[in-house]
């Protein structure tokens, strides 16, 4: 039996964004679950000057990053709720960036930095994403990979299954449940 804190590896990512999008808290969510991607979340105001700066930047970073990168925005002058929301993730001045990885938080950037800084943050955590990972672009939903043996989805809780419970399984073609067709 392996050790439950085993990590599981996932073949496969799905493609970043080759541009930079405006988005909701429960998008950067989703996109924090994806595997071998880095999610890089820009908090702004767009009243403030350094913000309208940065945009330019993350244009680029998202061009030349853009299969490995997921770069969104949330534009806390848009509702008092977003405002609220980036303050209860310790962000208190704009711009200000947060950059996840697998799920982890890998840096936090308050306030403006230069293309060359910025860039230079990102290019060494894109370095971490192998190159041996199949890239796929036709995902609807994100993929949802467990990362560590016998973890379940959020949302998902393991079940009893009652021993009275009727058998379903012989109504499910044989190719679903790995049998040959002479098995029956």
Avoid at 63 to 81: E, F, M, Q
Avoid at 96 to 116: A, F, I, Q, T, W
Avoid at 130 to 142: A, G, L, T
Wanted: one cysteine or more; a positive charge.
């Amino acid at each position: 039996m392996g050790d439950s804190s085993e990590k599981v590896l996932t073949e496969e990512r799905r493609k970043g964004l080759n541009y930079v999008k405006l988005s909701t808290p429960d998008e950067v969510d989703r996109w924090k679950q994806e595997p071998n991607v880095l999610v890089l979340t820009d908090y702004f105001d767009e009243g403030s000057k350094e913000c309208v700066e940065s945009a330019k930047y993350l244009d680029s970073l998202a061009t030349k990053y853009g299969d490995k990168v997921a770069i969104l925005r949330i534009n806390v002058s848009d509702s008092p709720a977003l405002k609220k929301y980036a303050r209860s993730r310790g962000i208190n001045r704009f711009p200000s960036m947060e950059m996840h990885l697998n799920g982890r938080k890998m840096d936090k950037v308050l306030g403006s930095l230069n293309y060359d800084a910025l860039e230079n943050i990102v290019s060494g955590y894109v370095e971490k994403i192998p190159e041996s990972i199949v890239v796929r672009d036709d995902f609807k939903k994100p993929i949802v990979v467990a990362k560590q043996k016998g973890e379940l989805p959020p949302g998902v809780e393991r079940v009893k299954i009652p021993s009275n419970a009727p058998d379903l399984s012989d109504r499910l073609p044989n190719k679903v449940l790995n049998r040959s067709s002479d098995a029956n």
